[in-house]
């Protein structure tokens, strides 16, 4: 599966000369985004184009995940980070800029300039909190049925 509109299909396809890529198998390829936020920062990507975690197989995502523990150590070996961030984002409202899934692997040091990525504070009432809590324990029950 591919999308000829898609410039991480064209990273696939090898059809980026200026890609920097650092691992590539059956079914991932991983590179340096044009603009790293750190040095190291690693993009990992499934080599079949899907647009969201939501499309993504189990089985896809079985290999995906073996991928990204193993080129996290791969960064931590070559950049020695103080910490990682493993981002992945779905979405134009959750900064998803690219339609087609992948993950950052994001070298953090104190002082590197990215600050954080949690709100500081929240205004959750107790009532909105045990609402979805309630919606998500049903629809986690459904999912566990149908297995």
């Known amino acids: 599966m591919s999308d000829p509109d898609c410039p991480f299909c064209d990273i696939v396809h090898r059809e980026d000369r200026d890609v920097r890529e650092v691992y590539?198998?059956?079914n991932v390829?991983?590179?340096?985004?044009?603009e790293p936020a750190t040095l190291g920062h690693t993009l990992v990507i499934p080599r079949d184009h899907i647009p969201d975690i939501w499309s993504l197989s189990e089985d896809h995502a079985v290999?995906?995940?073996?991928?990204?523990?193993?080129?996290?150590?791969?960064?931590q070996q070559a950049v020695v980070p103080e910490g990682l961030n493993v981002i992945q984002s779905n979405g134009e409202v959750a900064t998803q800029t690219v339609m087609h899934l992948h993950v950052h692997l994001l070298p953090r040091w104190a002082h590197d300039g990215i600050g954080r990525i949690w709100p500081a504070e929240t205004h959750y009432t107790e009532n909105q909190k045990n609402d979805v809590w309630e919606r998500l324990r049903a629809e986690c029950r459904s999912v566990s049925r149908s297995d």
């Open 63 to 75: 290999e995906l995940a073996r991928v990204i523990v193993r080129l996290s150590r791969a960064v």
């Open 24 to 26: 590539r198998d059956d």
């Open 29 to 34: 390829v991983a590179f340096f985004p044009a």
